[in-house]
């Protein structure tokens, strides 16, 4: 049998609940991000330019910024493998039947979907690209997006730029922040969250610990799990899965990334020549 070593690694049980957890409360999620707002703007200017005749987003989640896309007027297509997140979607497209018309959803997993059409827009949003671990996630991956691709269309993905302070922390410490009402239960928790980077993996294990005021018996955790890729990294993969890296902002006013930069995001082209 072949020996395994740190750096071949797959995706075991903690990574797979580090990909899934966070979503299964897709109340806690939305409140979460109400006021992330910046991406949606981006991604609306995108695809109003290069978004005509369909938008494939890749972990689509409840629709943050598919129901924006469709909102113009653009035929789009959503893919997430959360169930609790695409319940959500579908809850906002039943009550927005003028949007229901133009969305399309498909439960499945990023790295396996195939859809029987191309798009001129392919979007992995908002560090969904984060919970490919492996080499062999990012292939699987990428090789599906080609596929879906049209011949000159347009692939955009952002992801958070590894930040070495928190690739420091020390996982024995808790960063706990005000406590709030907890948007599912109604409770005031107490909540904090713990860092502990794995530099084999490049994965940065994010436990999000939940304790609801006056009864710590019932607290909770939350893992989050993100590969950490950096610019040069991701550049690479990219270029040997078949992707020119055509433009790269270093946030979402379009500003060229520099040394304070916290969200990357890459506009890529199916590279000339390129037979993967
Ligand atoms: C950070 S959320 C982004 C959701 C939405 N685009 C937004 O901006 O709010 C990442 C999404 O990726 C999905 N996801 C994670 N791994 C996946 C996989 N292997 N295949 C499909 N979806 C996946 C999760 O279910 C989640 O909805």
């Not at 399309?104 to 029987?116: E, I, N, P, Q, S």
């Not at 590894?162 to 005000?178: A, F, W, Y």
Request: hydrophobic content about 35%.
């Amino acid at each position: 049998m072949k020996k395994r070593h740190a750096l071949d690694g797959g995706r075991d049980a903690e990574l797979e609940s580090g990909s899934d957890a966070h979503y299964k409360d897709a109340a806690y999620y939305a409140a979460t991000y109400a006021d992330r707002s910046e991406d949606i703007d981006f991604y609306v200017g995108l695809a109003a330019e290069h978004g005509e005749g369909g938008v494939l987003e890749y972990g689509c989640g409840a629709g943050r910024i598919l129901l924006p896309l469709a909102r113009i007027g653009l035929t789009c297509t959503g893919v997430d493998r959360s169930a609790p997140m695409l319940a959500a979607l579908r809850r906002e497209l039943k009550a927005q039947p003028e949007l229901a018309s133009r969305v399309t959803v498909k439960r499945g997993d990023m790295r396996r979907v195939r859809l029987d059409r191309r798009f001129p827009l392919v979007l992995c949003t908002f560090n969904t690209f984060l919970h490919l671990y492996t080499r062999q996630d990012v292939e699987q991956f990428l090789a599906r997006v080609r596929a879906h691709l049209q011949r000159g269309g347009l692939f955009v993905l952002d992801t958070s730029v590894p930040n070495p302070e928190e690739l420091d922390r020390d996982p024995s410490k808790l960063t706990r922040v005000t406590p709030f009402r907890h948007p599912s239960t109604d409770e005031v928790v107490r909540y904090g969250e713990r860092f502990d980077y794995d530099p084999m993996r490049q994965v940065l294990l994010v436990s999000m610990e939940f304790e609801p005021k006056g009864a710590p018996e019932r607290a909770w955790m939350t893992p989050l799990a993100h590969r950490q890729f950096f610019p040069r990294e991701l550049e690479a993969l990219l270029h040997y899965n078949g992707f020119e890296v055509t433009d790269v902002f270093g946030d979402f006013e379009m500003r060229p990334p520099d040394a304070d930069t916290v969200d990357l995001a890459l506009l890529c082209r199916a590279r000339r020549g390129f037979s993967g």
